[in-house]
Each structure stands twice: as structure tokens, then as C-alpha cells.
């Protein structure tokens, strides 16, 4: 399945990050919400994601909620993988790119899957 990858499109001076995953019929946006200061040592306090089709319709979970919060042993694995797309390592190509990014983008695709009906 292709995807694209949009990470951390956020405001100046905002404790909100948007992520997206676009696929070919639909899209995922992860909405992370950190506290502290983003420029010192910011801490990630929950995360959100909801599904939407191409034409930014939102497609319900099997709970018929417009968004999940992801929690748990999930929050803590979400954490780890958001951490590695953020490092150092990871922007300065040190890391295998591709890999990081897919591990991600599985990860919350197993979330999708899990909270949602697709047809």
C-alpha cells in the first residue's frame, strides 16, 4: 500500500503537533499535544487520531466516534516511534529513514484497523 508521510506541521510557538498519513483512499491525522515548553523539553501528554476519505470526510470508529485517543501499552509503543522520527539521528539521515517511517506508519495502521471498519 503507498503512503505519504507529513510530519510535524504545527504553529509557531504551539504545544499541538500534526502528523498525517495519506494512503491511497483515505488519510490519518495523529494530533499529539505536548506540555511544557516546545523549544525546551517538551513532554507528550496524549495523542488523537481520526480517519477521514480523500474528500476530508471523517469515517467513524466501530465505537461511532470521530476519533480515537490512543492509550496504554499503545501510548508508550506510539511514544518510542514518534521519539525516533524526532531524533537527531533520524533527520540527519543517520538512521535508516525508510525504516523508521515504516515501522510508524504500520504501527498506526494496526490502530486503524483495529478502531475502524474500512470497506
Avoid at 481520526?50 to 490512543?70: F, M, Q
Wanted: glycine share 2%; proline share 2%.
Amino acid at each position: 500500500m503507498n503512503y505519504t508521510l507529513e510530519l510535524n506541521t504545527q504553529e509557531p510557538d504551539s504545544n499541538i503537533v500534526f502528523n498525517t498519513i495519506v494512503f491511497d483512499s483515505f488519510k490519518v491525522n495523529i494530533v499529539e499535544r505536548y506540555i511544557g515548553r516546545m523549544n525546551y523539553s517538551p513532554k507528550l501528554c496524549h495523542v488523537l487520531f481520526k480517519v477521514r476519505t480523500l474528500d476530508n470526510e471523517i469515517i467513524k470508529t466501530r465505537d461511532g466516534n470521530a476519533r480515537s485517543k490512543i492509550k496504554g501499552d499503545k501510548f508508550e509503543e506510539y511514544y518510542k516511534l514518534s521519539r525516533i522520527l524526532n531524533s537527531y539521528d533520524y533527520k540527519n539521515r543517520l538512521i535508516n529513514r525508510k525504516d523508521a517511517e515504516q515501522d510508524y506508519v504500520h504501527f498506526i495502521l494496526s490502530l486503524v484497523i483495529f478502531n475502524y471498519e474500512l470497506n
